[in-house]
């Protein structure tokens, strides 16, 4: 069964930093394409980083330089290293996974999903 969960979201000040976590289940990460989602109030789920299965990266242009992805292949988990936060980036943020499509940008091309967690960044 496969399964995703995402932890290590909170709030912060602006400028702060948080780093979240997606530990997978069920499936090998490194077989897998992968990406951060997050959706703000009010706005449609935006993609912020698309990671392929040899681990090219590409990043949405509002986070290039601030926010960071890596994997831990030996625990199977997902990382997303965000700095100098700033309150537009406030959202709940999703790690997503597809078996099929690799740098996807829209989310129907993802076949699973956590539940997410919240990032909430104050002024």
């Known amino acids: 069964q496969v399964q995703l969960a995402e932890s290590g979201g909170g709030s912060v000040q602006a400028g702060g930093s948080l780093r979240l976590s997606c530990a997978v289940s069920?499936?090998?990460?490194?077989?897998?394409?992968m990406g951060w989602f997050r959706q703000g109030p009010g706005k449609e789920r935006e993609g912020v980083v698309y990671i392929d299965n040899a681990g090219s990266t590409r990043y949405a242009d509002s986070v290039k330089g601030r926010f960071t992805t890596s994997s831990d292949n030996a625990k199977n988990t997902l990382i997303l290293q965000m700095n100098s936060l700033k309150p537009e980036d406030t959202g709940v943020y999703y790690c997503a996974a597809s078996s099929r499509w690799c740098l996807a940008r829209r989310p129907d091309m993802y076949d699973y999903w956590g539940p997410g967690t919240q990032v909430t960044v104050s002024s």
């Open positions: 069920g499936f090998t990460l490194s077989r897998y394409c």
